[in-house]
């Protein structure tokens, strides 16, 4: 048969307790020694204080890497959020207006960057929006659902739209059409 524990009084527990917590006798707190605990503590120090280390050393070298001045990463855009057209290098459109040979290519590159804002290009491809109202394409939870543009046509630009056969974008005469494109960024 099994011998029954003894059942130990609360003043026993508590005693035990005590015991387990500060040992007189063998100079334990908790179990262990002064010098574990020291030898413990010594350890967690050094460890945080490398990984410390290591992340302010990482923090250190990615900002040498980093310019306070200009954005790190751009998309393929010089100026986010807005397209200049004809493009150039810088903000500079420079001609001589009685020499077309300095302004044939901004002719050329307008031309070529407004065909897709045709009138029949445009009503092709994209929805008729009401103006001043918000346009909320439905998706029906299905990823890449193909959205439409809203209808933007070239005669909206006026002098600018370069409807004319032999329409120069006021380059000829000295008053060229530069035209800007705000992106949603």
């Not at 150039?88 to 001609?95: K, Y």
Request: charged share 20%.
């Amino acid at each position: 048969m099994a011998r029954d524990k003894e059942k130990r009084s609360c003043g026993q527990r508590l005693a035990e307790w005590r015991a387990f917590v500060w040992d007189p006798r063998s100079r334990q707190f908790l179990g262990r020694t002064g010098t574990s605990w020291g030898l413990i503590l010594l350890f967690y120090l050094v460890f945080y204080g490398f990984l410390a280390g290591l992340f302010a050393l990482t923090m250190w070298v990615m900002l040498q890497s980093v310019d306070p001045h200009v954005p790190k990463y751009q998309d393929r855009l010089a100026t986010p959020g807005m397209m200049i057209r004809p493009r150039t290098e810088g903000l500079d459109v420079t001609f001589n207006v009685t020499q077309s040979q300095t302004w044939r290519h901004y002719v050329r590159a307008l031309h070529q960057f407004l065909e897709p804002y045709n009138d029949s290009v445009q009503a092709a491809r994209n929805a008729a929006c009401v103006p001043g109202r918000y346009n909320e394409q439905p998706d029906d939870s299905v990823p890449n659902y193909p959205k439409r543009a809203c209808r933007f046509n070239r005669s909206l630009l006026g002098p600018c739209a370069g409807l004319a056969p032999a329409d120069d974008y006021g380059y000829g005469v000295g008053q060229p059409c530069v035209l800007l494109k705000v992106n949603r960024v």
